[in-house]
């Protein structure tokens, strides 16, 4: 499990790495230098950082010498337009442990299509400067297959998933590529469940409901059965919806 951070103050990284290091049991850092939301953007963080080149390499880094875990970095292929082969590069300089990269600028954010090419050309860059940095590709990957094929096309070390698996919590089973109405349900209440166990009242249980319409679909009365959990408000309303259902089956 990696400690995913984020900022632009390189002092502060080597504070938080130092602390996470000794305070926790992670087995590594992650670097975010790829959020494109326009709050963080604003405040020079995340993926405004490939457009300050020389500090995203201090971030790195002091980060490296706060811990002995191994640092990585999440990021975008550039600003407006590509400028992998630079960007790319810049962050080889220090001889990360990995690389992550998402095949869209921060511009796109999420819309189009991820540009695989400039992840393949991130990567034969990586070969030439620091082969032993582990390379990954992310962007619009939507099965374990899908994923494994890419790395093996595009010259990668790997595959990271974001969204994918939002549509698909089945993702990394190629067994369960299909599962049907009573694995959803099954898996909805362990979900409610473990979310109750770990945050109680602390957080509302409409976080939940994003989920629940990804569990309910592609069975008959999946509309019914979505529209009744998007309205409870509490997890008993959730449980109780989820026994009738399964009792009429």
Known sequence: ?????????????????????????????DINMGCPVKNIV????????????????????????ATHLPVSVKTRTGIRSHETESWISNLLETKPAAIILHGRTQK????GLASWDEIAKGARIRDVLSPETKFLGNGDVKSIAQGIEYASNYG???????????????????????????????????????????WGGLKNINILKRFYKIYTNDFAGAARLRSLLMEAKSYSEVYEIIHNEQYMD
């Open 1 to 29: 499990m990696v400690a995913q951070i984020w900022g632009k103050r390189p002092e502060l990284y080597y504070k938080i790495a130092k602390e996470i290091t000794q305070e926790f049991d992670f087995d590594g850092l």
């Open 42 to 65: 604003k405040n020079g963080c995340c993926s405004a950082l490939i457009d300050q080149p020389a500090l995203a390499k201090e971030i790195i880094l002091a980060t490296k010498e």
């Open 108 to 111: 796109q954010q999420s819309d």
């Open 156 to 198: 990668l070390d790997g595959i990271m998933i974001g969204r994918g698996i939002f549509h698909n919590p089945w993702f990394f089973d190629p067994t369960q590529s299909t599962p049907d109405k009573s694995e959803k349900l099954k898996q909805l209440l362990l979900h409610t469940r473990l979310f109750e166990q770990t």
